[in-house]
């Protein structure tokens, strides 16, 4: 597994599961926590394979969308992977009030794609 945490997945897809292994080959993954996700990753760390902190599942908390938890979490993981230069997002969308955030963290803007966006940092 690579060192490097360019490229950040934020993925509020419950059934993801397994599908993660494919985005931990390019850099962390951030998981949405339910059963299906919550297997595969114990499954990952038990691997010990992985860098610390490459896999991690966040509870979705009381956000009411996944718009509104991302919001509540894009700080922690700048704190966490600081050197990010890509955020790669499944499951949610980058509608005006995450366009606006991710606007403080760079002069990229996100870019939708099916099921998600992406956003490079500039």
């Not at 691997?47 to 610390?52: H, I, Q």
């Not at 966490?80 to 963290?105: C, F, I, M, N, Q």
């Amino acid at each position: 597994m690579p060192a490097s945490a360019e490229n950040v997945y934020i993925v509020f897809v419950p059934d993801f599961g397994e599908q993660a292994g494919e985005f931990l080959a390019e850099g962390p993954v951030w998981l949405c926590d339910s059963a299906i996700n919550r297997h595969a990753a114990e499954r990952f760390w038990s691997s010990k394979t992985l860098p610390p902190g490459y896999l991690t599942v966040f509870d979705m908390g009381d956000a009411g969308s996944n718009e509104k938890r991302l919001l509540e979490i894009l700080d922690t993981i700048d704190e966490h992977h600081p050197s990010w230069k890509r955020l790669d997002v499944s499951g949610a969308t980058a509608g005006s009030a995450v366009a606006s955030r991710l606007a403080e963290y760079g002069r990229g803007l996100p870019k939708e794609r099916e099921k998600g966006f992406t956003f490079d940092r500039s």
